[in-house]
């Protein structure tokens, strides 16, 4: 929440994130349409999958004038950097989403019945995506990511990659109960072959 009022505090100008609305006027209804490709100056997602800092995002919106304020709609897309957490592997992959966001206008009653960070709001003739697409994307990407529905992960034995691993592959594990019994087994094992050892060398 706290990135609404930051970004709203800086000077804005009509470029990446910034949208100028002065040629959109305040007359409801009237729509004006965006398209533009942004380099993030910023990583934006969480901590196992996100689109990069310095990735195109693509942006096709419709800014449309209403009562309360500027109402921004439209879609998002962008390329993912994400890493496995079943499997640790890195992969990539893809997000699209639809956006709709309300920006109120100073002093109307929206802006004026809202607190601070609980709604978006025009700053100087201007509207910042960049929070929007922040809090949007993070809603939108799993926090257990996968690079495929059906990865199989680790073997939890050696930690070596079951989609590698090969259909054979396994390990022999033993009943812990059976532990104590084996261990006298393989004492009993070495303490035959030493006295066969022994007779072997008193016949000699």
């Excluded at 349409?33 to 942004?38: A, D, I, K, N, P």
């Excluded at 109307?108 to 003739?125: A, N, Q």
């Excluded at 996968?146 to 009943?175: F, Y």
Aim: hydrophobic share 35%.
């Amino acid at each position: 929440m706290s990135a609404r009022t930051g970004s709203q505090r800086r000077r804005l100008t009509d470029a990446d994130f910034v949208l100028d609305t002065r040629t959109l006027g305040r007359r409801a209804g009237s729509m004006r349409e965006v398209t533009r490709t942004v380099v993030t100056p910023v990583r934006i997602g969480l901590d196992l999958i996100a689109i990069e800092e310095g990735a195109e995002v693509d942006l096709n919106l419709r800014l449309e004038a209403v009562s309360e304020g500027v109402l921004i709609t439209g879609t998002l897309g962008a390329d993912l950097v994400g890493e496995c957490s079943r499997c640790l592997e890195p992969f990539d992959d893809e997000i699209q989403l639809h956006l709709t966001e309300l920006f109120a206008y100073p002093d109307s009653t929206t802006e004026r019945t809202t607190e601070e960070d609980e709604i978006y709001r025009v700053v100087d003739d201007h509207v910042d995506l960049e929070p929007v697409v922040i809090d949007a994307v993070g809603l939108a990407l799993p926090l257990q990511p996968l690079c495929s529905p059906d990865c199989q992960g680790l073997c939890s034995e050696c930690g070596v990659r079951l989609a590698i691993a090969g259909s054979d592959h396994g390990h022999e594990i033993l009943d812990p109960r059976w532990a104590g019994l084996a261990a006298k087994q393989v004492q009993g094992a070495g303490s035959t072959s030493n006295q066969t050892v022994k007779q072997e060398a008193e016949e000699i």
